[in-house]
């Protein structure tokens, strides 16, 4: 199963870019890379997925590499609000689809 | 509005004294899912469910069972609890693509924090 690894923490300035790099080498076939955020100890929340292109939302961009085995998460204008725990996981394909593994994720602190 | 819910939200208790933790979803989802974390460290799974009556241990499963009844709920089931379950638990729930097999967005309900004396 595709694991993967992040910095254990980062650092921000507010109202510039957070880039938040992920290591998947091991990702294979279809598997998709998502990204969730962890605001204190609330429940994950859901900020953007993909599988080889990059992908942009209301929220965030994300950046895959072509070879797939890296991404980057890009908080474009941080604001204090976006200080969490982010975690990139990869999603299982059958049949293993339902195994979930969450890393220990970066710790982003955005700076006044 | 499409939630997830888990109650309690808090619970204290000890050694031994079998407890259950529920948790429901409104979004009509197949997936199901268990997770404790631990602090400073990620979320480990526990137990999933992939549709009723289909489960399946986690990454963690020690200690703990599930049953998977009805689609909307998933409860999560402490026989004999120990102070080494002192954690916070999530459940979340989620659609299966049809494609690939394989789970989407996870939706996460608002933690319960147990502490087992």
């Known amino acids: 199963d595709a694991k993967t690894t992040q910095p254990t923490s980062m650092d921000c300035a507010e109202g510039r870019a957070a880039n938040l790099p992920c290591n998947h080498s091991t990702i294979s076939g279809n598997e998709y890379v998502y990204w969730y955020r962890q605001i204190h100890s609330q429940g994950p929340q859901y900020i953007i997925h993909?599988?080889?292109n990059n992908e942009t939302n209301e929220m965030a961009s994300l950046i895959i590499t072509e070879d797939r085995k890296s991404s980057t998460l890009i908080l474009p204008h941080a604001t204090l609000r976006d200080t969490a725990v982010y975690y990139c996981i990869v999603h299982h394909k059958s049949p293993n689809a339902g195994k979930s593994t969450f890393g220990d994720g970066t710790t982003l602190t955005v700076k006044p | 509005e499409a939630q997830v819910t888990q109650n309690p939200r808090y619970l204290i208790t000890v050694t031994g004294k079998k407890l259950t933790v529920t948790c429901s979803q409104n979004m009509n989802h197949e997936y199901m899912s268990w997770y404790r974390q631990d602090p400073g460290l990620g979320l480990r799974q526990i137990y999933y469910?992939?549709?009723?009556?289909?489960?399946d241990k986690g990454d963690v499963p020690e200690g703990y069972k599930v049953s998977r009844k009805e689609k909307r709920n998933f409860p999560l089931i402490l026989e004999s609890p120990s102070p080494n379950q002192t954690s916070l638990y999530f459940c979340?729930?989620?659609?299966?693509?049809?494609?690939?097999?394989?789970?989407?967005?996870?939706?996460f309900g608002p933690g319960t924090r147990l502490t087992v004396l």
């Open positions: 993909g599988l080889k």
């Open positions: 979340a729930s989620s659609i299966i693509t049809s494609g690939g097999g394989s789970t989407d967005t996870q939706y």
């Open positions: 469910s992939m549709n009723v009556e289909v489960t």
